[in-house]
């Protein structure tokens, strides 16, 4: 199956608080629940949708540098995320084109999430309901 919609978006923004406050005050997006994940960062919510992800800065993180040098692959815009259905045809799809992918289930959430690379070497996710997990 195709992918059916855009899930979120995830910034690794300079300044956390500040980008959770713009988005929050300005843009009107709501601060809401996110798994117990193993660094810092927000899940801002459009209605009862979490559309905006933001990562805080990691210990061991390379820095941002705000330039444009195509040697370097870190950017703000970390990845672009699908909802996706028929998760074993997707990982077969994945490996009919030749491309690797890392497979994993969310924290509580029990949703399998599989990531890859596009031509561009932009990190796609694709999530799966959780009744999928396992399949």
Partial sequence: MPATSLNHYTIRPRDLEVTK???ADVIGLTVGD???LA???YWLYAGSTP???LIGKQVKETPIVDH???S???TRLDHVAFTAEGLPDMRKRLAAAGLKFD???LPRLNMTQ???IDPDGIDVELNFDPRETGT
């Fill in 21 to 23: 406050d713009f988005y």
């Fill in 51 to 53: 559309v905006v992800h």
């Fill in 68 to 70: 444009t040098d195509p």
């Fill in 34 to 36: 996110r798994p117990p």
């Fill in 39 to 41: 660094f810092p960062g």
């Fill in 114 to 116: 599989l990531f890859t």
């Fill in 72 to 74: 370097v692959k870190v």
């Fill in 103 to 105: 497979e994993r289930v």
